[in-house]
């Protein structure tokens, strides 16, 4: 599990939180009830505006899914395709109809079991680069969703400063209150700037870099099931497959 995202948020927000107490403050000085709930809010709001409802609500419901990612081991991948190559290259394709079951990747064992059931190569390849492209453009909506919000957040939070200022020319004839009132006026402005750069954009970046190592898998995967369907060499295979895998330490291990 990859929780790189979920520490790097939590360690900016305890800077924060740090560098509020070696000013001699106190982070209750910055936890207002209303400017958070206006920017918050205000922004997810803005964010909601800006999509579908069906879009907005997958974005939230699948954000767990992204956090707490767990990553896929690509040479372990193309471990398993080389074994189903030789396999398959000895006994023949239908013999890996048993194997297919220990498969838990179920974009290769669904792409395994098209190419067993004798699927046309070409059609086995526009199949799943279908459902690389579904899935590509899935995560791009849902990135789009967050990183909406942090754009939308920053000005935000300067109209809740607005609305605060505004609060404060109107009580000018308690002097004694002013200072206390223009203080939690700029709060709606932190709160922005801090939930634009240390959650919604953070959260977008990462959907998208997720996005880009689960596509590079289902490619890897893609690649190797119409080599085994081509009938290649396992050592061919292998050797095509760990081309494509960025882990250049483990690769230069295998060569020697």
Not at 25 to 46: E, F, H, K, Q, R
Not at 194 to 213: D, G
């Amino acid at each position: 599990m990859d929780v790189a995202t979920l520490i790097g948020i939590g360690a900016a927000f305890g800077a924060v939180i740090l560098s509020i107490f070696m000013e001699g403050s106190s982070p209750m000085s910055v936890i207002l009830p209303a400017p958070m709930m206006l920017v918050l809010g205000g922004t997810i709001g803005a964010g909601l505006a800006t999509t579908t409802l069906k879009d907005f609500i997958s974005a939230f419901t699948n954000l767990g899914g992204y956090l707490l990612y767990k990553g896929k081991d690509m040479n372990a991948t193309v471990d398993t395709i080389v074994s189903l190559a030789d396999k398959a290259r000895r006994e023949g394709l239908l013999a890996l109809e048993d194997a297919s079951k220990d498969i838990d990747d179920d974009f290769l064992k669904d792409g395994l079991q098209s190419a067993i059931d004798g699927t046309d190569p070409d059609d086995l390849r526009a199949m799943m680069d279908a459902r690389i492209e579904a899935k590509k453009k899935k995560d791009k909506v849902i990135a789009k969703v967050f990183t909406d919000m942090g754009g939308f957040a920053p000005t935000i939070g300067i109209i809740g400063t607005v609305v605060s200022l505004v609060h404060v020319l109107e009580n000018l004839s308690d002097p004694s209150s002013i200072g206390h009132m223009i203080a939690a006026a700029f709060v709606a402005t932190l709160w922005g700037l801090l939930s634009a750069n240390l959650m919604w954009l953070p959260i977008a970046a990462r959907i998208k870099r997720i996005s880009e190592l689960e596509a590079a898998q289902m490619e890897l995967a893609m690649e190797g099931l119409l080599a085994i369907q081509a009938g290649a060499n396992p050592r061919t295979v292998g050797a095509r497959l760990r081309s494509l895998v960025p882990d250049k330490p483990k690769q230069a291990k295998e060569a020697a």
